[in-house]
């Protein structure tokens, strides 16, 4: 049984940061390139970031360039999303997802095979 559990979210005014963590099991974490998406409410899910399955290759969406960081340890199957200089509109519900596909180019929800649950990340002015 394939799952992905996120934490570290929570409550941040803006300018912090927050790091976000997503802890794998029941697929091999070392092939699967890994993604960051988040879910404001009323919208769709928004790609922020993936990293390849060796962690050569990140990919980050425009909005949070320069802001954020991902990284990943393959020997605790967890990948991680640091979150600097938050603003009000990086609210919403922040996901993991896997791609078994290993190159870390996909930044679609659709393209990812297994997702977490998400985490709640909330910034205040």
């Known amino acids: 049984q394939v799952q992905l559990v996120e934490s570290g979210g929570g409550s941040v005014q803006a300018g912090g940061s927050l790091r976000l963590s997503c802890v794998t099991s029941?697929?091999?974490?070392?092939?699967?390139?890994m993604g960051w998406f988040r879910q404001s409410p009323g919208k769709d899910h928004e790609f922020l970031s993936a990293?390849?399955?060796?962690?050569?290759?990140?990919y980050y969406a425009d909005a949070v360039k320069g802001r954020f960081l991902i990284s990943r340890d393959n020997t605790k199957n967890t990948v991680y999303l640091q979150m600097n200089r938050l603003r009000p509109e990086d609210t919403g519900v922040y996901y993991c997802?896997?791609?078994?596909?290993?190159?870390?180019?996909?930044?679609?929800?659709?393209?990812?095979?297994?997702w977490g649950q998400g985490t709640q990340v909330t910034v205040t002015f």
């Open positions: 029941g697929l091999p974490f070392g092939s699967n390139a």
């Open positions: 997802a896997s791609d078994r596909h290993g190159m870390g180019w996909a930044d679609d929800w659709d393209e990812y095979d297994y």
């Open positions: 990293i390849s399955a060796s962690a050569d290759n990140t």
